[in-house]
């Protein structure tokens, strides 16, 4: 996962290790993308860019991960720290075109809040990425109608994930 996002921010990142002394594992990101750089990230069809996307994931660092990769695209991006309050956002504010759920989390965990989307006719349209790290519930994801990216993934086929759901 890091290596991904540190290179597609146009970075390097590498390791050294001594032997019972342990290992270092170093990065640099640019402040701006280098004028020469190939737009791969941040092209994509204009169909899909400008999009609402709703994060749930009780993690801080999983939310700083992926805000960026999903900016690059052209989306704006709203958190929830669970799925009480994606539910609250969901109902309050203007809809998202496509939500990236986290499974584990406290209050209320991604499962309820796939249940409680399902339920609600008018939440129910809107596509849900599932990310999770856990490999044997692709088949209960799919049965809640979401898709499924599991971690680690390389950010090049969340973007492709993304792009085929929010249209």
């Not at 020469?36 to 899909?48: F, L, N, R, W």
């Not at 044997?136 to 109608?145: F, G």
Request: charged residues 25%; proline residues 8%.
């Amino acid at each position: 996962i890091a290596k991904g996002i540190v290179e597609s921010h146009f970075g390097k990142i590498w390791a050294t290790s001594q032997v019972g002394r342990g290992s270092s594992f170093t990065f640099t990101c640019p402040i701006a993308p280098p004028r020469d750089a190939p737009a791969k990230i941040a092209a994509e069809p204009p169909a899909v860019r400008g999009k609402l996307v709703l994060l749930v994931d009780d993690d801080d660092d999983v939310r700083r991960a992926l805000r960026p990769i999903i900016e690059l695209q052209g989306h704006a991006v709203i958190e929830a720290t669970n799925g009480a309050e994606a539910l609250q956002r969901l109902r309050s504010e203007p809809l998202p075109q496509l939500i990236l759920l986290d499974l584990q989390m406290p209050v209320m965990d991604g499962w309820s809040l796939l249940a409680e989307r399902n339920r609600d006719p008018l939440l129910r349209s809107i596509p849900v990425i599932v990310v999770s790290a856990h490999d044997d519930v692709e088949r209960r994801v799919s049965a809640a109608r979401a898709s499924y990216v599991r971690k680690p993934f390389l950010p090049s086929s969340l973007v492709a994930t993304i792009a085929s759901l929010a249209c």
